[in-house]
C-alpha cells in the first residue's frame, strides 16, 4: 500500500482480555517495528522484525506481549491478560533494508482497557 | 546508554517568527543518525530533519534546519517563519543498532 496501515484505530477491552494489532506495511519493506507510546511520552522501541523473524525483541515489556510476522508482510502485535497500564497508542513502522533514512510510521492504535 | 533529552516540555511562537527545540543525546558512539519528527494530532510520525553525525554541515529542509554540535551532542532543531500547521509535537531521536531512540517530546503551539 501507499502508507503504513494499522487496525483497528482505537480498541478499548477489558482488563484480562487478549487483544491484537495488525500492521500493514509499505509493500516492499523488509524492516518492520513495533513501539509503544503511553501518555505524554515519546515513543518506546518493543520489536524488530527483519522479514519474517524477530531482529531484536529486547523492548517488550513481559511475556504477556508478543508479535509475529509469518509471511514477512504483515505483523501482529498480541497482548495476553491485559493490564490497564498497557493502555497507550501503539505505533508500527516500516522501512526498507537500511534505517538510517528513518522509518515510515502508520497512524498507531490507541490501547484503552478498562 | 544512549538517552535522548528535550528540555522544554512546551514552547510557543508567533507565526511568522522562528523558534529554536532544544535537544541532547548521549552516545559513545562516532558514527551515528540523528532525527527530528513531527506528531501532529493524527498520531502519525513525520520525518522532518535527518542529519548524519559524520557530516559537519547542518542539514535543512526548506523552513526547518539543524545546528548540530557534535562535541557537545547537541541537536537543536530551528523553524523559519512559523506556521499554524507546525504545531505538533517535536520528538528528537537518535539511531542505532537499527532502533530509533526518541525523547519525550516538545509540544509546539503556534500563536495566530
Known amino acids: 500500500g501507499a502508507g503504513v496501515s494499522q487496525t483497528p484505530s482505537n480498541k478499548v477491552t477489558e482488563k484480562g482480555k487478549y487483544v491484537e494489532l495488525r500492521c500493514d506495511p509499505i509493500?516492499?519493506?523488509?524492516?518492520l517495528y513495533w513501539y509503544r507510546q503511553s501518555l505524554g511520552q515519546g515513543p518506546e522501541f518493543l520489536i524488530y522484525?527483519?522479514?519474517?523473524?524477530?531482529?531484536?525483541d529486547s523492548g517488550l515489556p513481559n511475556d504477556r506481549f508478543f508479535a509475529v510476522r509469518p509471511e514477512g508482510s504483515v505483523s501482529t502485535l498480541k497482548i495476553q491478560r491485559t493490564e490497564r497500564g498497557d493502555s497507550a497508542v501503539y505505533l508500527c513502522?516500516?522501512?526498507?533494508?537500511?534505517?538510517?533514512?528513518?522509518?515510515?510510521f502508520g497512524s498507531g492504535t490507541r490501547l484503552t482497557v478498562v | 546508554a544512549q538517552t535522548v533529552t528535550q528540555s522544554q516540555p512546551e514552547m510557543s511562537v508567533q507565526e511568522a517568527e522562528t523558534v529554536t527545540l532544544s535537544c541532547t543525546y548521549d552516545?559513545?558512539?562516532?558514527?551515528?543518525?540523528l532525527f527530528w519528527y513531527k506528531q501532529p494530532p493524527s498520531r502519525q510520525m513525520i520525518l522532518v530533519i535527518r542529519?548524519?553525525?559524520?557530516?559537519?554541515q547542518n542539514a535543512t529542509e526548506n523552513r526547518f534546519s539543524v545546528n548540530f554540535q557534535k562535541a557537545a551532542k547537541s541537536f537543536s532543531l530551528k523553524i523559519s517563519d512559523s506556521q499554524l500547521g507546525d504545531a505538533a509535537m517535536y520528538f528528537c531521536?537518535?539511531?542505532?543498532?537499527?532502533?530509533?531512540?526518541f525523547g519525550k517530546g516538545t509540544r509546539l503551539h503556534i500563536l495566530p
Open positions: 513502522a516500516s522501512s526498507l533494508t537500511r534505517t538510517d533514512y528513518g522509518y515510515t
Open positions: 509493500s516492499g519493506h523488509t524492516a
Open positions: 522484525f527483519q522479514g519474517t523473524g524477530a531482529a531484536d
Open positions: 552516545t559513545s558512539e562516532s558514527d551515528y543518525y
Open positions: 542529519q548524519e553525525a559524520y557530516k559537519q
Open positions: 531521536a537518535y539511531l542505532r543498532d537499527d532502533k530509533i531512540i
